[in-house]
């Protein structure tokens, strides 16, 4: 494990200890939008990241969720989110994350998110796989739309924002086995490429919530792109990342989202019809 990565597994544990710690204990919780909120453990744990970060790479810039973006010409730069999923930790509800990426040249080159309820440290370096607590993680094998699980989710500003992710709902959930929505885009990515899930979508996020988890799902072998179908590069905000058998006709399906679709649902046996 190289430097870089040993100090980003550091301060991903860090953080993710404190937030574990913090579980379960009232907060008081601030919005950064009508329906985006902030809490104190949000704060904390980027300062624990971010001070185990700089006193390794002093000179590195940083962009992370909650208002610190410092860009240092020809620096690599750090990205981050201390809470993914900071509605589900406010609620009590137990899927959140940490995510920590690295940013060399415009290319992140090594992703860390923990999941420190689960235990669960999924890390990537680019050109070396995607692993989960040490073992090589790959992509699920599924080819079937009738028989794919997918996840999404929507903006925190869906109220008034026209990229509400409703009618690429709509559409998608009439097309496949089933569709989940766990409110942290970091783990879902994760979840892509340890072939818990086949795919997932989402409209208008933000660096911080891709960087890490876009590379990790390459690494275990999947498909990142832009709802055009070219590769994904941030700071683009949308896009759909699968195991790449499904990718062209999820495209298909999502571009199309706006067009009436009378296409009846294919359901391979009855026992698809049942919902978890």
Known sequence: MNEHLTVAVRAARLAGDFLRQNFGKPLHIDYKGPINPVTEVDRQAQTLIINTL??????????SEEGLDTLVSGQPRWIIDPLDGTTNYAHGYRLFAVSIALEVSGEVELGVVYNPLADELFVAERGKGARLNHRLIHVSNCSELGK?????????????????NLAEWGRIVKRVL????DGSATLDLCHVAAGRLDAFWELDLDPWDLAAGVL??????GV?????GAPFRLPQRSFLASNGLLHQALLEVITNANNKDT?????????QRKRD
């Open 263 to 271: 296409r009846t649902p294919i359901f391979l046996n009855e026992t």
């Open 224 to 228: 990142v792109t832009d709802l055009n």
């Open 148 to 164: 794919a699980v997918v996840a999404s989710g929507f903006p925190y500003d869906m109220w008034d924002n026209p990229a509400d």
């Open 54 to 63: 700089q006193k390794a790479f002093p000179t590195y810039g940083v962009l």
């Open 178 to 181: 089933s569709v989940r929505c």
């Open 216 to 221: 990790i799902i390459r690494e275990a072998g």
